[in-house]
């Protein structure tokens, strides 16, 4: 996934714009091997950036592409969205690309990211769009293999969309949870979509 550093560029752009905060405390749900918080690390100096995922060596991997990438603070942390390991109103910003499809119980992980969440704090997710048409996925699969991302990498991406979620399924999440939602991005169609939502 090295090979589309845009990707974690855009969306480390996403949360540089909704922090408030010189210093803000960012969680990175789903961490995976990190590059998502190598780019947020460079974009945003005065961060702190907690990762979070399930598996060690993912923890390991994040740590060291971070840490490759810049010197800035960056806490690598094993943990679960039903029950993540940090304490109540602490965080500023929580970002998550396409880690949805891997929480076992939905309901609750939002829940969790509302409680550890300061007042006024912003989730900024990027989630697979379950309505993306089985066609344009085929697609995808070739696109991703033509450019070299490695059958795992491939394999790992295009199964995920048996799990994954549509827009209004997220939201409902997280107006259950208790958020207002900010901002919508993708079609009804489109491979992902994002959305912004705060905690009141």
Same mark, same amino acid.
């Given at each position: 996934?090295?090979?589309?550093?845009?990707?974690?560029?855009?969306?480390?752009?996403?949360?540089?714009?909704? #922090?408030?905060?010189?210093?803000? /405390? #960012?969680?990175? /749900? =789903?961490?995976?091997?990190?590059? /998502?918080?190598?780019? #947020?690390?460079?974009?945003?100096? =005065?961060?702190?950036?907690?990762?979070?995922?399930?598996?060690?060596?993912?923890?390991?991997?994040?740590?060291?592409?971070?840490?490759?990438?810049?010197?800035?603070?960056?806490?690598?942390?094993? =943990?679960?969205?039903?029950?993540?390991?940090?304490?109540?109103?602490?965080?500023?910003?929580?970002?998550?690309?396409?880690?949805? +499809?891997?929480?076992?119980? +939905?309901?609750?992980?939002?829940?969790?990211?509302?409680?550890?969440?300061?007042?006024?704090?912003?989730?900024?997710?990027?989630?697979?769009?379950?309505?993306?048409?089985?066609?344009?996925?085929?697609?995808?699969?070739?696109?991703?293999?033509?450019?070299?991302? =490695?059958?795992?990498?491939?394999?790992?991406?295009?199964?995920?969309?048996?799990?994954?979620?549509?827009?209004?399924?997220?939201?409902?999440?997280?107006?259950?949870?208790?958020?207002?939602?900010?901002?919508?991005?993708?079609?009804?169609?489109?491979?992902?979509?994002?959305?912004?939502?705060?905690?009141?």
């Amino acid at each position: 996934m090295k090979k589309f550093p845009e990707m974690y560029a855009s969306l480390a752009q996403r949360v540089k714009n909704n #922090i408030s905060s010189s210093h803000p /405390l #960012i969680c990175d /749900l =789903g961490a995976g091997p990190g590059l /998502l918080s190598a780019e #947020i690390a460079k974009q945003i100096p =005065g961060a702190t950036v907690v990762g979070i995922d399930p598996l060690r060596k993912m923890l390991q991997l994040a740590k060291e592409n971070v840490y490759i990438e810049t010197v800035k603070d960056f806490e690598p942390m094993l =943990g679960v969205s039903e029950k993540i390991p940090l304490k109540n109103n602490t965080m500023d910003v929580i970002v998550s690309r396409f880690s949805l +499809p891997y929480w076992k119980q +939905p309901e609750k992980s939002f829940t969790e990211i509302y409680r550890i969440l300061k007042p006024g704090g912003k989730v900024v997710l990027e989630a697979l769009n379950r309505d993306f048409p089985s066609w344009k996925l085929l697609l995808t699969k070739l696109h991703m293999l033509f450019n070299q991302a =490695g059958r795992d990498v491939t394999k790992y991406h295009t199964d995920a969309y048996l799990l994954a979620h549509t827009r209004e399924q997220v939201e409902q999440y997280f107006i259950q949870a208790g958020f207002t939602i900010l901002e919508r991005e993708g079609k009804k169609k489109e491979w992902r979509f994002l959305v912004v939502a705060e905690k009141k």
